[in-house]
């Protein structure tokens, strides 16, 4: 592009990676002589930038980028920069995540071009709100449950017709990362179901994508305390085909970007790989907190968390709450489950109003505060068996309902508190299984010698994790002379004294066991392993 006329290209970055530029992109972008960018266009690590590359080494790169919450470049500034380099004679390429004329402010750019007498072209580009759910393996529309979709900006929530978009099959929100609590709540408020799907896709196409999955229940809950923007949020029955489409073809769980193996002194965890065996909507807290430390992270899930074989002890349960002097929580599963049977049995918190309630371990807590309830007990340490040492008042006669796994949970609480006279009411509020097969990452990781950490944060866990081993490895002699060579020169991290009991049992040893029994002690405790690895 060379010549006196200058030119501004408006071009679409797409959702990221550069394999999803349009030719017509990379052909501008190998000719251009100045670039100026958005914050989401992927620029990457200078100057190795894959789509940096594609940029002659002469060309001027300019960042405009606006980030929430973040000093940003005026878009009058950025409309004047376009018509300045324009009349210099500058071949420009703006480039603009995503497709320009989606939430792009494009009109604003064009119109300063034009009212300057600037010569412009608008390239397409493939949008998020196109790309991410695809990448996620979530199609838009279904001849049976999804016959539209419609597309709103998170910026200003209180503009939007949400009368209206509630009638609509399938909703995909752009830059709602830090509204999504705030979307959740508009749309139970005007009548969509609790138990609509929604899956929020951070930083689709990147190395670093992540992806959530749940329901308008408990998305909030499940990505609390995560970094969500920049994200894509999907909500309507289509999520739920994710699960069917992606099969083994596109897992959830995958190896960190390999980069991230590099040594970096300032994060303790820095090319070390941990495999994590918490449930798949349950790891992302963990698996962050292991990422910032520096470690390369696959996941294998060795539990799946369900509903169990039937509602209706829980129902009945719910049904007769003025009943109970005492509510018993010892787990996110259980209070998530608990309240999701409430909602349906048509009552919410104030049915509670009598009733005290009782939790373990701080997750537990949190949950139960995003529900805008304040425990009235956790024991000081996070444990089951502290709740009846530490138990506030005298339980003889009183009756105390305990909503629980329904298969493989640990007896000494009940045992022990009506051992001091209460009525304990155990009803079932959820399961916890044993997937069917071990994660394909992971079990090739196990086999190539590259896990440097396994971390079991209950017992369930532990054990699920010998079976799974044990399955994919069918047909050798025995499970001992299988599971010991791959455990050879791996660390096995505990979160605590049960969990570390079993690994004893199952698997021979435990090498570190965290001293405050949360994730985060968990975390601290493979961090100070490293230090002296």
Excluded at 86 to 114: H, M, T, Y
Excluded at 139 to 148: F, G, N, V, Y
Excluded at 234 to 258: A, M, T
Excluded at 286 to 309: K, Q, Y
Aim: proline share 7%.
């Amino acid at each position: 592009m060379t010549g006196a006329r200058g030119k501004v290209y408006l071009v679409g970055a797409g959702p990221g990676d550069v394999a999803y530029l349009t030719v017509r992109a990379q052909q501008l972008l190998a000719q251009a002589e100045v670039l100026v960018h958005d914050a989401l266009v992927n620029l990457g690590a200078l100057p190795e930038s894959p789509l940096l590359q594609l940029v002659p080494a002469s060309a001027e790169v300019v960042d405009v980028g606006k980030r929430g919450g973040q000093p940003s470049t005026p878009q009058s500034e950025i409309n004047r920069l376009l018509v300045g380099l324009c009349k210099a004679g500058k071949q420009v390429v703006r480039l603009k995540s995503g497709d320009p004329f989606i939430f792009g402010r494009c009109a604003s750019e064009i119109q300063a071009l034009i009212e300057a007498g600037c010569d412009f072209e608008v390239v397409p580009g493939i949008s998020s709100a196109l790309a991410a759910p695809l990448l996620a393996g979530i199609p838009l529309t279904d001849p049976a449950i999804s016959r539209c979709f419609a597309v709103a900006s998170a910026h200003d929530l209180d503009a939007l017709d949400w009368e209206t978009l509630v009638l609509v099959e399938t909703l995909v929100f752009l830059m709602g990362g830090r509204s999504l609590s705030e979307i959740v709540r508009m749309l139970h408020r005007h009548g969509l179901p609790p138990n609509t799907k929604v899956a929020v896709i951070r930083w689709a196409s990147h190395p670093e994508q992540q992806i959530w999955t749940g329901t308008l229940f408990d998305i909030v809950q499940k990505t609390a305390g995560q970094s969500l923007s920049p994200a894509v949020i999907v909500i309507g029955q289509v999520v739920g085909l994710r699960d069917f489409l992606i099969q083994d073809r596109q897992p959830e769980y995958k190896i960190e970007n390999p980069k991230s193996k590099m040594p970096n002194p300032q994060q303790p965890l820095s090319g070390k790989t941990i495999l994590v065996t918490r449930s798949a909507g349950q790891s992302g807290e963990f698996t962050e907190r292991l990422h910032s430390a520096g470690a390369a992270v696959i996941e294998m899930p060795a539990i799946e968390i369900g509903p169990p074989s039937s509602w209706e002890p829980l129902d009945s349960a719910i049904s007769r709450l003025q009943e109970f002097n005492w509510l018993i929580l010892t787990s996110t599963n259980g209070v998530d489950y608990f309240f999701e049977r409430l909602a349906a049995g048509g009552k919410d918190a104030r049915a509670l109003g009598g009733v005290k309630i009782a939790v373990v371990g701080e997750k537990t807590a949190a949950s139960l505060q995003q529900r805008c309830l304040q425990p009235d007990f956790i024991p000081p340490n996070f444990v089951a068996d502290a709740m009846v040492a530490n138990f506030p008042e005298n339980v003889a006669g009183k009756k105390i309902l305990f909503p629980r796994v329904e298969t493989g949970g640990r007896e000494v609480l009940v045992k022990e508190l009506t051992g001091q006279g209460a009525e304990v009411v155990e009803v079932p509020a959820y399961e916890s299984r044993c997937p069917e097969a071990i994660a394909p990452a992971a079990w090739e990781a196990l086999q190539r010698r590259t896990v440097d950490v396994i971390t079991f944060a209950s017992s369930k866990t532990v054990k699920n994790f010998y079976l799974l081993v044990e399955g994919a490895g069918a047909g050798a002699d025995g499970v001992a002379p299988l599971v010991a060579p791959l455990l050879e020169g791996v660390c096995l991290a505990s979160i605590g004294p049960q969990t570390s009991k079993t690994c004893r049992e199952m698997l021979g040893r435990v090498d570190v066991e965290a001293r405050e029994y949360t994730l985060e002690g968990l975390t601290q405790a493979i961090v100070e392993w490293a230090g002296t690895d």
